[in-house]
């Protein structure tokens, strides 16, 4: 933990003397159907539009969305958002859009909060799914998402590949869906099933409209060695614990998949800022996961 915490230090350290007016910041909020503000260059949040958002994206310029996982308040996130694209701008050139959802803690006990956080991550996907089919083909998107924002993730990129394959298997070729080609994932710290992935599961289709998945792996992760509780004793482990149960998963697609492990940078620890920072540690993978650097012949 000393490595973590000396780079947590650095990092606010640099927060302080830095300002957001040189990028290009966005954030979503889903809590009342979505709503986008975009960063000013007075470092404060200003009510914009998906249209505005959607007429002033370049396809070029690499789109890193980032969402969180359970216990994040509205403001928590704002800030979030501002902190973590400060430290993103400087290892390449990209759009930053912070994602959020509601996963405000309840009040109905510590099991019961986390299986209805679970199930507010399902249902809060379709608004990620329907964003994405705004996005011009030729986009390039990363998806970062800690804890039940990786479940959210999964979620909507499996009913946008289903939805995808469905109008594809019609006649009705005017009106089918056309979604971006260049989609990666990073799980951080994913709380997710780790047996959902194959042919028929839950996210079985997630793997087909992905390019790349990275899976950042913590085996000290306290949280998520918990996580089958949630459902039962024998239940499937977590993704961000014991990666992804290959079972099902064609071999063509399996290939997708690569593992980080951040245990050394982590430890014993499961919050949103130890996992991005332990990520973020790892610029080589940040670069080719999220800014597509292995696409560019000019590397930086």
């Known amino acids: 933990m000393q490595k973590i915490n000396f780079v947590l230090v650095f990092c606010y350290f640099f927060l302080s003397l830095s300002t957001a007016s040189a990028f290009d910041v966005w954030f ?79 009040v109905c006990g510590i099991k019961s909060d986390a299986i209805n956080a679970g199930k507010k991550a399902d249902s809060e996907a379709k608004h990620l799914t329907d964003f994405l089919k705004q996005l011009k083909p030729e986009s390039k998107i990363a998806l970062i998402g800690f804890s039940y924002g990786a479940r959210l993730i999964s979620n909507s990129l499996h009913e946008l590949a289903t939805e995808q394959q469905a109008q594809n298997n019609t006649n009705n070729k005017n009106n089918s869906i056309v979604t971006p080609t260049k989609i990666r994932v990073i799980f951080l710290a994913a709380a997710v099933d780790c047996d959902q992935f194959g042919q028929n599961k839950k996210y079985g289709n997630l793997l087909s409209i992905t390019d790349k998945l990275l899976v950042n792996i913590n085996s000290s992760d306290p949280a998520l060695l918990l996580y089958p509780l949630l459902t039962g004793i024998g239940s499937p482990k977590a993704v961000g614990r014991r990666g992804i149960n290959y079972s099902g998963i064609p071999k063509d697609l399996a290939v997708k998949i690569k593992y980080l492990d951040v245990r050394p940078e982590i430890g014993v620890d499961h919050t949103f800022v130890s996992s991005f920072y332990a990520f973020l540690s790892h610029r080589q993978e940040f670069r080719k996961y999220a800014l597509f650097n292995d696409d560019n012949k000019n590397k930086r």
């Open 28 to 106: 979503a909020d889903t809590r009342c159907g979505l709503e986008i503000d975009q960063l000013g260059s007075n470092s404060q949040w200003k009510t914009s539009t998906l249209d505005a958002f959607i007429q002033t994206h370049n396809p070029n310029i690499p789109l890193v969305i980032v969402t969180h996982g359970y216990k994040m308040t509205y403001p928590e996130a704002k800030q979030f958002g501002i902190n973590f694209s400060k430290l993103t701008r400087k290892l390449g050139e990209h759009r930053f859009l912070f994602w959020s959802w509601d996963s405000e803690k309840e």
